[in-house]
Each structure stands twice: as C-alpha cells, then as structure tokens.
C-alpha cells in the first residue's frame, strides 16, 4: 500500500513560484504514474498534472502549460510540481496521487486510488 505526504504549499504572490513535493512510501517494485489534482472552495477537483513512470512523458491542463512542470526522482520516491508565474485563480488545496498505470498516463481522479492529505496554496492579487 502507497502512502502520500505533500509539501511545499504556503502562501504567495501572485507572479510568484512554489515547488511542492509528494514523498511516498511502501510503494510497489515498480513506480506507477503519479498526479497532481487541484480543489478550490466550492468546485469541484480537478486535473493539474501527470507523469508517467520513468518521468519521460507528462500531460497537464491547459490553464497550466507552460507555467507549472511535473517531474518525479524515482531514487528519492518523489514527485514535484514546479509552479511559476502563480495566478489567484491557482488558489486550491493541491493533492498529490498515485495510479496502478505502469506504462502511461492517465488523467481521471478514479484512475488514481491512493491520494495523499492535500497541501494549501493561497495566490495573493
């Protein structure tokens, strides 16, 4: 059984960056492709980021392209979300996931059944 911890959340500006981090442990022989989600108060979760695997293929949403870059290092069980150029509209409590996909990637939050605690992020205007 994978268990999740994120890090690295707090609160900034907007223009501004964060890393967060998801360590996880007890994790299977081979690592699966692991997610970023993201919920705001009063919507509903939604997709941020994936990685697959060996961290060579990746997918984010389109409100992120180009701002935030998902990477994983397999030897420390890690995966991070490297977050630029923050928006108030990043605003969310950001989980960290873990899927059973070995060779892809897979977006939906029911591909993902092992979720780590959530970490706030707060984007000042």
């Known amino acids: 059984q994978v268990q999740l911890v994120e890090s690295g959340g707090g609160l900034v500006q907007a223009g501004g960056s964060l890393r967060l981090s998801c360590g996880a442990s007890?994790?299977?022989?081979?690592?699966?492709?692991m997610g970023w989600f993201r919920q705001a108060p009063g919507k509903e979760r939604e997709f941020v980021a994936v990685?697959?695997?060996?961290?060579?293929?990746?997918d984010y949403t389109d409100s992120v392209k180009g701002r935030f870059t998902i990477s994983r290092d397999n030897s420390k069980n890690t995966v991070y979300l490297q977050m630029n150029s923050l928006k108030p509209e990043d605003t969310a409590v950001y989980y960290c996931?873990?899927?059973?996909?070995?060779?892809?990637?897979?977006?939906?939050?029911?591909?993902?059944?092992?979720w780590g605690q959530g970490t706030q992020v707060t984007v000042s205007s």
């Open positions: 007890g994790r299977a022989s081979r690592p699966y492709a």
């Open positions: 996931a873990a899927s059973t996909t070995t060779w892809g990637i897979v977006k939906r939050g029911t591909d993902f059944p092992t």
């Open positions: 990685v697959n695997w060996s961290g060579g293929t990746t």
